[in-house]
């Protein structure tokens, strides 16, 4: 079956880093599109970043500059790699993955301390 497992949140002080990694199983990877989606309380659920198989990327203008997503096929894994962190970026973070089908992960916490 599908699973996209997210792991490397935690907690960190504003201008801090953190990476986080999302382990795919079950789905053709390699030509997926694989994107990060993030929700904070109260608010609905938004688009963070995206990388396509070509290996072009988007990313919410929120976070220009600050967030890189990158893949690696070989261990059908992408990654957010998340810097100068600022508490508006507290949420969930969630791994999406988009062939015809979207699948999403559990989540994982994000909190950013002023």
């Known amino acids: 079956q599908v699973q996209l497992v997210e792991s490397g949140g935690g907690l960190v002080q504003a201008g801090g880093s953190l990476r986080l990694s999302c382990a795919a199983s079950g789905i053709f990877f390699s030509i997926s599109a694989m994107g990060w989606y993030r929700q904070a309380p109260g608010k609905q659920r938004e688009f963070v970043a995206r990388?396509?198989?070509?290996?072009?990327?988007s990313y919410a203008d929120s976070v220009k500059g600050r967030f890189t997503i990158s893949r690696d096929n070989a261990k059908n894994t992408v990654y957010l790699q998340m810097n100068s962190l600022k508490p508006e970026d507290t949420a969930v973070y969630y791994c999406?993955?988009?062939?015809?089908?979207?699948?999403w992960g559990q989540g994982t916490q994000v909190t950013v301390s002023s």
């Open positions: 990388i396509f198989s070509s290996g072009s990327t």
């Open positions: 999406n993955s988009h062939l015809s089908t979207d699948y």
